[in-house]
């Protein structure tokens, strides 16, 4: 490396970055209103004098001319997103679309009075900005620059990157990771899946003499990428099992059943109402010894688990016994939770599918359901098994467009130049992490499936929440890591 990036103290660097992380922190940048933002940095980056395009997405795109001597080297994406989430801590007064984010530091960490942070992903566009104020401190390949757009919410942004950006790169450093030390190399590609079908209702039996409410609750739900291996219980699975454990014994004459609130959450929660010819104590005695088996089997991680009974008035209408039938035998036939673990390291789950949402009212039944893979083709798979089940349960359905997957690549020129630089700088060897979300990644690579790619990132804790906090020892290794990769790269 040039002497004089290698030379600079961690503090002037840091104060460096955040100088320009300051700068972010004061425009508001909630998703969907970055036009502030992105003109901040086309001004920016114009200013430095580069080749720079903002799109009608308002992502901004910048052309860097590599070092005296580097200009054939291979030509690297530096790419990170401008917007953020902003969530405030109760009783604290913000408008995300106008207030700034007003910055609190200590000797270890900053964060930010009464709101999140926005180092996700503004510390990673800081970072960008300070070395692109340094370039002549080390030697660099040819650069392009990219900030996108709306990466929280539905990363447009990145979706609608125009290909000629990507697909003349050889390599890309996404900075939107959230630990230094840790190499992200692979992420999952999902598909929001919605099915639905017409429902039939008839009066019910006079002879069905108990009209019960079943509520499951206390469970954890969370994130369905994130928690998926955890030991998390899906009440709408369980809600299935009760259902099929009161049918071993008598009647079932399903009125309303409902639960869960997103494609890509884990439901907690879900409340049966339906008619039945068992007694009331009977159903309390099923649902108590359903509690028992999720406790033996789920005790460490789903302790609060709670299925309570009530005796309610006869409903108006239950549904069609054959509608039943297909209903309970399509969920039966879905997979939900786990479905691959990876091959090459069991602890990465490579493959899983969630139950989100089940919603009845007067005239259908709808259900969402969302299966990720870390490779576009168990998405397909699963794609395929859920439109035969469908088929088999007379369910209509809608697939929306998938986002794509980042499917490891064991080849990775990028990834061990990154390994050996790191370990050098550091004095250990990062750990690589695969991560069973969707990264903006993705999209990239779809643009450009040659295109080698790593993510890395400062630690910032709890993001997406007021207690996001950023540790401010990682910023200047990650500056320096980031220069001394690309000085590597330009040695290619
Ligand atoms: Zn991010």
């Known amino acids: 490396m040039n002497e004089t990036l290698l030379n600079k103290t961690s503090e002037e660097i840091l104060e460096g970055v955040l100088a320009e992380f300051a700068k972010l922190a004061a425009i508001p940048r909630p998703s969907k209103h970055e036009e502030q933002v992105s003109n901040f940095l086309k001004d920016l980056l114009t200013a430095c004098g580069f080749e720079v395009v903002q799109d009608k997405f308002k992502n901004v795109i910048a052309d860097v001319p590599a070092s005296p001597g580097k200009e054939d080297s ?134 069905l003499g108990t009209n019960m409410t079943i509520t499951i609750g206390g469970l954890r739900g969370g994130h369905s990428g994130e928690e998926i291996s955890s030991g998390r219980v899906n009440a709408l699975k369980l809600a299935l099992q009760i259902m099929r454990a009161i049918t071993k014994s008598g009647k079932i004459r399903l009125s309303r059943w409902s639960g869960g609130s997103a494609f890509n959450v884990i439901p907690n929660s879900s409340e049966l109402v339906f008619a039945t010819d068992l007694k009331p104590a009977e159903v309390q005695s099923i649902c108590a010894e359903m509690e028992r088996r999720v406790r033996k089997v789920y005790g460490a991680t789903e302790p609060n688990l709670k299925i309570e009974t009530k005796v309610i008035k006869r409903p108006d209408k239950v549904l069609h016994a054959k509608d039943y039938d297909l209903l309970t035998n399509f969920i039966e036939l879905i997979h939900s939770g786990v479905y691959l673990m990876s091959p090459e390291n069991p602890a990465q789950v490579m493959a899983s599918a969630n139950l989100g949402v089940v919603r009845m009212d007067d005239n259908i039944v709808e259900l969402k359901l969302l299966p990720r893979g870390n490779a576009d083709e168990l998405v397909e798979e699963f794609i395929e098994g859920f439109k035969q089940a469908a088929q088999l349960c007379v369910f209509e359905s809608k697939f ?13 020129k990028l990834l061990k130049l990154a390994e050996n630089v790191f370990s050098e700088q550091n004095g250990y060897k990062p ?9 903006e990644t993705g999209h990239f690579v779809q643009k450009n499936p040659a295109l080698d790619i790593i993510a890395i990132g400062t630690t910032n804790e709890h993001i997406h929440s007021p207690n996001e906090r950023l540790h401010l020892d990682t910023v200047a290794p990650q500056v320096k890591f980031i220069a001394g990769l690309l000085e590597k790269i330009a040695e290619t």
């Not at 080390?138 to 990466?151: A, M, N, Q, S």
Request: net charge negative; charged share 25%.
């Open 400 to 412: 929306a467009t998938p986002s794509p997957a980042w499917t490891f690549n064991p080849d990775s």
């Open 74 to 207: 291979p030509l690297t994406i530096l790419q990170g997103h401008m917007d953020m989430v902003c969530v405030a801590e109760e009783g604290y007064t913000f408008n995300p679309t106008v207030d700034p984010i007003k910055l609190v530091r200590d000797k270890k960490f900053l964060t930010a009075e009464g709101t999140s942070l926005g180092a996700d992903d503004g510390i990673g566009i800081a970072g960008i900005l300070y070395l692109l104020k340094n370039l002549d401190a080390f030697d660099h390949g040819r650069l392009r620059i990219i900030f996108t757009t709306d990466e929280e919410q539905s990363m447009n942004g990145a979706l609608n990157l125009d290909k000629r950006f990507v697909s003349d790169a050889s390599f890309m450093i996404n900075c939107d990771s959230e630990k230094f030390g840790e190499l992200v190399v692979g992420s999952a590609g999902c598909v929001q899946a919605t099915f639905w079908r017409e429902l039939h209702y008839v009066r019910p039996d006079t002879k």
């Open 431 to 439: 750990e690589r992490q695969i991560v069973h979300v969707g990264l």
